[in-house]
Each structure stands twice: as structure tokens, then as C-alpha cells.
């Protein structure tokens, strides 16, 4: 059994973006992430700070977006959302994969949050190189990892999507809308955005959210 912890509209929806992709069964486990008082103490047995995503495949637990990616891909290799190991492009696909959680996310939420610093302050280093590196990449290559869609592309379309369209984190270029357009005209996607959609209709949270942009 696949049991994958979600909640609609974060960063768990580039994980179930992944579980359509993979075109297994599997189960989804809905966690209020925004809810009064917060996610139940007894989730920590699943995810330590509460966070999502999550899965339990068959009694192991992975979290951490790129953790899972790698585990599913490799778990599910008909699905050819990884390069298999001894493939020399398998090193691009793990750096870029890593690379979103380890450089991407932090860097993005430090330049949103307004935090000042010098690249050895922190490993993730300065917004200015993520945004020059990711430029770069992309200008050389069509995906996250070279000259086919993978799992990290999933991983890193979520995260310009957002961070571009919404969160008004990253730079709204070119270079980044014409990535978009090649790696989101996708069925996975597009049922993946339908269903958030109306799961995040039902939240009570994003219900008041949602209403206070309609009204504004």
C-alpha cells in the first residue's frame, strides 16, 4: 500500500503532481496544515516538524520532496521519470533534484523574507547565483536535468510555477514561462490542478483566504 500525505496548495502538490505521473495506486491521506491548533501531535510519528508531503509505501516512511521523488521514480522505473543508475545523466537528475530543496526553496524564502546576508552565512548561498544558475541551466538545456522530462522537472516547474506566478519570488522571465510551457502541457498536471483545486475549496482556511481575495 502507497498511502501519500497531502495538503491541497503546498508544497505536497509537486509530490502529487509525481503520484499521478507515476500512474500507480495509491492512497491520499489529507492533512490540515492550516488548521486551528494545528496538525495533530500524532502525525510527528510520520513527519517530525508536521510538514508535509509524506508517504508510506509498505510501512517505510520517506518525506522530504526530493527524498521521495528519488524513492518513487526508482521505485516505479516504467513510469521513465528517472535515469536509471550507470546512466551518466543520472548525476544532473540527483543534483537537480537536491538542488530545489536545498538551494532553491531556502534561497526564495530568504529573499522574500527581506534576509540580509553573505553567501557563507548559509549552504544554500545568495538569491542573485540561484537566479543566474537556473538561467544558465535552462538556456542549456530544455529539462532540470538534461534533454528529457524527469522527476525534477516536476519538482522545479512547481517551484518557478509558484514562486513566480504567486508568490512574486522569482523573476517573471522568459526563459522560466517558456520552461513552464514545456513541462506543464501535461494530462498529470492538469488533473493535478482540478483536484487541488477543489480539495483547497474544502479547507476551511483557504475558504476565508480565498473569500478576502474575492472581496478585496
Not at 134 to 144: D, M, T, V
Not at 166 to 194: C, M, N, S, W
Amino acid at each position: 500500500m502507497l498511502t501519500f500525505y497531502h495538503a491541497p496548495w503546498s508544497r505536497s502538490s509537486a509530490v502529487f503532481w509525481l503520484m499521478e505521473e507515476l500512474g500507480v495506486d495509491y492512497r491520499m491521506e489529507l492533512v490540515d496544515i492550516r488548521a486551528e491548533g494545528g496538525v495533530p501531535e500524532d502525525y510527528r510519528a510520520i513527519q517530525p516538524n508536521k510538514k508535509v508531503p509524506a508517504i508510506d509505501h509498505d510501512g517505510v516512511v520517506v518525506t522530504e520532496r526530493a527524498a521521495i521523488a528519488i524513492y518513487l521514480a526508482d521505485t516505479f522505473p516504467e513510469a521513465g521519470l528517472a535515469p536509471m543508475i550507470g546512466d551518466p545523466a543520472r548525476g544532473p537528475y540527483l543534483t537537480a533534484l537536491v538542488h530545489h530543496d536545498a538551494v532553491f526553496d531556502p534561497a526564495i524564502c530568504a529573499k522574500v523574507h527581506g534576509l540580509e546576508y553573505v553567501s557563507n552565512d548559509y549552504p544554500f548561498g545568495l538569491y542573485d547565483d540561484l537566479i543566474a544558475y537556473l538561467e544558465r541551466r535552462l538556456s542549456e538545456q530544455p529539462f532540470a536535468a538534461g534533454d528529457r522530462f524527469t522527476a525534477a522537472d516536476i519538482l522545479l516547474a512547481a517551484g518557478i510555477g509558484y514562486t513566480m506566478n504567486i508568490l512574486k519570488g522569482l523573476p517573471d522571465r522568459k526563459i522560466f514561462r517558456d520552461y513552464l510551457e514545456r513541462t506543464t502541457d501535461r494530462p498529470a498536471y492538469h488533473r493535478v490542478q482540478e483536484k487541488d483545486a477543489a480539495m483547497a475549496a474544502e479547507i476551511p482556511a483557504l475558504q476565508r483566504m480565498m473569500a478576502e481575495v474575492k472581496g478585496a
